[in-house]
C-alpha cells in the first residue's frame, strides 16, 4: 500500500521560506513520476514542481520557477518542495503525488497539468502573510 506524508508546512512572512516534506511508503515500482500541487479556496489544483526518477526531466510553474526547488532523498525515500521568497498568493495546500509510468501514457508536463497521478497525501497547508 502506498503512502505518502506531507509535512513542513505552517505559517510565514511574505519573503520568507518554508521546506516541505513528503515521506513516501510502500512504492515498489522501480521508476515514477514526482509531483507537488497546490490548491487554494476557490481555485484549481495546480502542479507547481515535479520529476521523472533516474535523472530525468525537472519542472517547475511560472509561477515559482527561480523560487521553489524539488529534491530527494533516496535513502529516506521523501522528497522535497524547498520554498523560497514565499508570496502572498502561495498559500494554499500543498500535496506531493506519485505515478508509476506507464508505455505510452503522459509524460512530465502533462501529468502536471492534469494532476494525473495515482498517489496523493493528505497535504499540508502553507499560509504566507503580507
Known amino acids: 500500500q502506498v503512502q505518502l506524508v506531507e509535512s513542513g508546512g505552517g505559517s510565514v512572512k511574505a519573503g520568507g521560506s518554508l521546506t516541505l516534506s513528503c515521506a513516501v511508503s510502500?512504492?515498489?515500482?522501480?521508476?515514477?513520476?514526482m509531483g507537488w500541487f497546490r490548491q487554494a479556496p476557490g481555485k484549481e489544483r495546480e502542479g507547481v514542481a515535479g520529476?521523472?526518477?533516474?535523472?530525468?526531466?525537472?519542472l517547475y510553474a511560472d509561477s515559482v520557477a527561480g523560487r521553489f526547488t524539488i529534491s530527494q532523498d533516496n535513502a529516506k525515500h521523501t522528497v522535497f518542495l524547498q520554498m523560497n521568497s514565499l508570496k502572498a498568493d502561495d498559500t494554499a495546500m500543498y500535496y506531493c503525488?506519485?505515478?508509476?509510468?506507464?508505455?505510452?501514457?503522459?509524460?512530465?508536463?502533462?501529468?502536471?497539468?492534469?494532476?494525473?497521478?495515482?498517489?496523493w497525501g493528505q497535504g499540508t497547508q502553507v499560509t504566507v502573510s503580507s
Open positions: 503525488a506519485m505515478d508509476p509510468p506507464q508505455s505510452g501514457g503522459l509524460g512530465l508536463a502533462s501529468k502536471l497539468r492534469s494532476a494525473d497521478f495515482r498517489y
Open positions: 510502500g512504492y515498489t515500482y522501480r521508476s515514477y513520476f
Open positions: 520529476f521523472t526518477s533516474g535523472g530525468g526531466a525537472t
